[in-house]
Nanobody, 115 residues
Framework: VQLVESGGGLVQPGGSLRLSCVGS????????LKWLRQAPGKGLEWIST?????????SYTASVAGRFTVSRHDAKNTLYLQMTRLKTEDSAVYFC????????RGQGTQVTVSS
């Protein structure tokens, strides 16, 4: 399993970013995938889970519900996280992983929300 995140950067509060995660080494379309984040000095935090197609709705942690949207393009083996109305407390390294295995996460992509 290999997962590679990208799309992070510096953004002002209230701004938007879209993260991408490209997967390989497994059958992407049949697996639930999740986004995690880790802020400095804190543990991994679950953000969102995307089930495989026709397997239910995506789920979100309360702090991002209504601001973040997870989606997937299975033909491209890619998972996305559209982040809007970003807050300073959203600053973290963001990872994607298999929903059942957080250790499968990639190297992550840094998101910094600051004015």
């Amino acid at each position: 399993v290999q997962l590679v995140e990208s799309g992070g950067g510096l953004v002002q509060p209230g701004g938007s970013l879209r993260l991408s995660c490209v997967g390989s080494g497994f059958t992407f379309r049949s697996r639930a995938l999740k986004w995690l984040r880790q802020a400095p000095g804190k543990g991994l935090e679950w953000i969102s889970t995307s089930p495989p197609p026709y397997s239910g709705r995506a789920s979100y942690t309360a702090s991002v519900a209504g601001r973040f949207t997870v989606s997937r393009h299975d033909a491209k083996n890619t998972l996305y996280l559209q982040m809007t109305r970003l807050k300073t407390e959203d600053s973290a390294v963001y990872f994607c992983a298999l929903a059942t295995d957080s250790t499968s996460r990639g190297q992550g992509t840094q998101v910094t929300v600051s004015s």
